[in-house]
């Protein structure tokens, strides 16, 4: 690629919640910034996560100069234990929070893997290649969020990460207004702004407000209190420390990824928890009622959380009595809600005092509402711009804020993922294509899991299999044993002897069929079967298993 | 039973939301309100409803005096279909509407089945034994909505059914407060309320208001107009056609439900059409745009609807093009969030403008807010209080706003499906249980889909199946064929014949080991064979196919 042209790649996170990664290319150089999971669509039966499709990477990997983190997020370094052994050598920069919890991930699914990682402050500025890499303070649900300005010689590319504006943040380190003023004085080429919650009017209120929550709970509760969050969002664990100590009560850790995330953010300096407040939880249980916090994963209703063990009697150290108060920090992701519903009852059936979503205050989003979403628009001033991190009714609208807010309607780009976005000094366009995508994730398997594999399993979900196997002889080409019809997921075998006596029946008449026609090809007495099999079952059962025939030589 | 005594038997509705069935017993009479069915929870793979468990009334059939229906919604007469059968000679009690949309059911679903409906009309009262039985209209979201009243020699039993309270019915079918008010002052002995709502606090709207959003979107619209909602919520199309009329657009429907409900709507007389405004779909695409009101289903992005289908650019007769205004007058059912963003998202893609959830007026609830709920209590007065038609965590909060109101907490009762509250004059209480529960309907069979085969659909969705077929020589016990390995769901196979070609390695080496020791049990080879075979392949893809082993013996 020539010079004096910027190429932005989205990888991942248009037209979608999660997995995002974008690549930044001038001349001969590319910058990779984040690269996310996300958690499967109900539809990916048996899928762990889903990464972005890095193939375009892969191909260009001796061009990339570097991998730019924002923050800490799973949706946005979840994905590099996975793509990181493609890319040998390639540093990789973030801040101490991020690269302390990437390292973690690293540790788990790399462990003789060797990435270069360095450690960036806020108005850092590295040099590589063309570019100058500049991060930028913003505030977010969890502690060292950037933003990234990219300089190249024709302008610059301004991402935004996610971010919030948060005037009374909880670690006093405000989103570095000031950088972001002078970068829209000097003039910003292309901004890439978060649209997560560009559905939302108004602002979103400041963490603050649920320290403020968290204090008129406790001040209610008799017994004892457990808070549900995401193990991440450090300043939120911060805030129920110290109400917990303004309370007199000790504070215990529940969840793996609680456990985890506590232990790197206060070895790391961005937790600070009193001497003598943190105690196990064997020891919470020795301990008055009044006297016990116990911080915990399952905000999310994950089947296997703590919280959802604990209210499904299943957590081996806490039992939920009456007088417990518990608070559910936290929004259902879509597609959780009935988890988390399911969980609220079951904790509720325990006669603990449930606060949630209907109670006010005792969440915050970490996404900037529309008004944010104006303010950095019109702080920064961008020549070109570019919606990012949302499904696609969200870049959509965020594309037309910020024509509303005089953005050139033909400098706004509502991309999807891989495809090119070009720039010069003075105009932008659409440049094609790379390969992007979803790469599934299941067990071991990374990618080997498509469409073929997905459809089976759903078929098999939806109305089982029934397996036919039959012996033939080799030479005479006479059955010499079987039919025998064996069925998992269809119908109870039980209660369906009937049936599948019958089904035997029709395979055998198909078979005689074949035999009197002279079909001897295995696919065509196979497909004969499957018809006249299916056609049978539909018409008594409404049901369509998948039917396998199996046919042995002996 | 003996006389002086009232049983109240919940047998759906309560924990959940959805399959609303109740028996209340008095001597030697019962009375069932409503029998309801639900949409499948996630994890019931392949289940089309789930219906309640009705053997306490089969149990008791012979003393079932009526089934008394509220409203014509699904969750409140939809498992009528495939009960009724049981009870031969028991009359069916609604109004109009409601047997009307039964009817439809019935001819579809038991066209060989006489069944003794009878009309009633709000205020009219039915003598069936013990029992004198009073409806009163209420407002719902489907017109000819009735609350029930059983008189019975120890005092009244109200049961609210589903209402919210509307000062300004688009009917003019006013909440017939005057005789919940007379009800109230001569005494209620048990109420039983609708919970849905009762998390949010203040007012429910007025269905008026969305005809007031329409208006103000057919002002604005500039092309066609499509409107997704209920096919069952004939207030709602009632305005549209009103609003349509007033702009001079004509009215087309789509979707098999919205046809069919138009037309019982309409013969029956709760939907007034002018001359004139309704097309076919096929006349309507020869009009102007902006002459156009589609009328359509799939509000709840359900994958085989109108609107869906037209989203993916699949519907035979409807293409949305750009100028198209899209109004989804519905929230998401709870688990259905996803699938209604997809849909909203396919359809901007296609140009079209989309007006949802996060623009106001466009839908109101059809269920009571707090307030209406204290009005209810209130006006009513009851001695005693079971909230039903609610998840655990509404019930309680409703019981905890009956309290609240002055009803004693000793007189208030959260109770689940089949447990028996017993009242006599003065005093209720717990009295055992009855059987209940959910039986699953899949396809033609209902109830015989169970955990067992729930449970293989579920591991077969999560990693698939892998099958091992040998043949075995009846008299030497030796192998003449296989072992052959075929697998669905588990791995793309083409990718992955190293792995198989292992797995069969490992299948004889076990078949071998068995050899070995004497094993000819069939149960112990195959126990054998999958538990090596298992190891071998999580070890290698962290993933548990059912492995499934089949000898044949020739």
């Given at each position: 690629m020539r010079e004096g042209k910027i190429q932005i790649i989205p990888l991942g996170g248009l037209g979608e919640i999660g997995k995002n990664s974008l690549a930044v290319r001038y001349g001969d150089g590319i910058v990779v910034i984040d690269c996310g999971l996300m958690f499967p669509e109900?539809?990916?039966?048996?899928?762990d996560v889903v990464i972005p499709d890095v193939s375009y990477l892969v191909e260009h990997k001796n061009l990339i100069r570097a991998i730019v983190l924002t923050h800490g997020h799973e949706d946005h370094i979840g994905a590099l234990p996975y793509?990181?052994?493609?890319?040998?050598?390639v540093p990789v920069y973030g801040t101490r929070l991020t690269l302390g919890l990437l390292e973690g991930k690293l540790a788990e699914h790399l462990p003789d893997h060797d990435v270069d990682l360095r450690v960036v402050r806020p108005r850092d500025v590295v040099e590589v290649g063309h570019f100058k890499i500049e991060f930028i303070r913003v505030s977010h649900s969890i502690p060292d969020a950037v933003a990234v300005a990219l300089h190249t010689p024709i302008g610059v590319v301004l991402h935004t990460g996610d971010f919030k504006v948060d005037h009374t943040p909880v670690d006093g380190e405000m989103i570095d207004f000031h950088r972001l003023a002078q970068l829209g004085e000097a003039g910003v080429l292309v901004l890439l702004s978060d649209s997560?919650?560009?559905?939302?009017?108004g602002y979103t209120m400041s963490e603050r407000v649920v320290g403020e929550g968290f204090d008129e709970t406790f001040r209610r509760a008799r017994g004892r209190v457990l808070i549900a969050t995401f193990a991440s969002n450090i300043h939120r664990i911060q805030q129920a420390v110290l109400v917990a100590q303004r309370y007199g009560r000790k504070v215990a850790v529940a969840g793996r990824s609680m456990v985890n995330v506590v232990d790197v953010a206060h070895r790391l300096g961005y937790l600070h928890i009193p001497p003598g407040t943190l105690v196990e939880l064997e020891e919470a249980n020795q301990l008055?009622?009044?006297?016990v916090v116990i911080l915990t994963t399952g905000s999310q209703g994950e089947p296997m959380s703590a919280l959802t063990r604990m209210a499904m009697a299943d957590h081996k150290l806490v039992d939920i009595v009456p007088g417990d108060t518990i608070i559910i920090s936290a929004v259902p992701i879509p597609g959780n809600e009935k988890l988390v519903a399911r969980v609220i009852d079951q904790l509720f059936k325990r006669g603990a005092e449930v606060l949630y979503e209907?109670?006010?205050?005792l969440h915050v989003s970490g996404h900037p509402s529309q008004e944010e979403l104006k303010l950095m628009l019109n702080l920064t001033r961008p020549k070109f711009f570019i919606p990012v991190h949302g499904e696609y009714r969200m870049l959509m609208r965020h594309a037309e804020l910020a024509r509303e807010l005089g953005v050139s309607p033909e400098n706004v780009f509502v991309a999807e993922n891989g495809q090119i976005v070009e720039f010069t000094r003075k105009s932008g366009r659409f440049a094609g294509r790379v390969t992007a995508g979803r790469v599934l994730v299941d067990g071991l398997g990374?990618?080997?899991?498509g469409n073929i594999v997905l459809r089976d399993r759903k078929q098999l979900a939806q109305d089982g299999i029934l397996i036919v196997v039959l012996a033939i002889?080799?030479?005479?080409?006479?059955?010499?044993?079987?039919?025998d019809i064996v069925s998992r997921g269809f119908v109870y075998v039980r209660g369906a002897e009937q049936l599948l006596e019958e089904a035997k029946e029709k395979v055998h008449s198909a078979l005689e069929k074949c035999a009197g026609r002279g079909t001897t090809e295995w696919a065509s007495i196979k497909s004969q079967v499957r018809d006249v099999l299916g056609r049978f079952l539909y018409d008594r059962t409404r049901r369509r298993p998948m039917i396998l025939p199996i046919i042995m030589e002996v």
């Open positions: 109900e539809e990916m039966l048996g899928i793509v990181l052994p493609h890319f040998q050598n997560t919650n560009v559905e939302r009017p008055p009622r009044h006297e209907t109670v006010g205050g990374v990618g080997d899991v002889n080799q030479e005479s080409g006479q059955v010499v044993a079987g039919p």
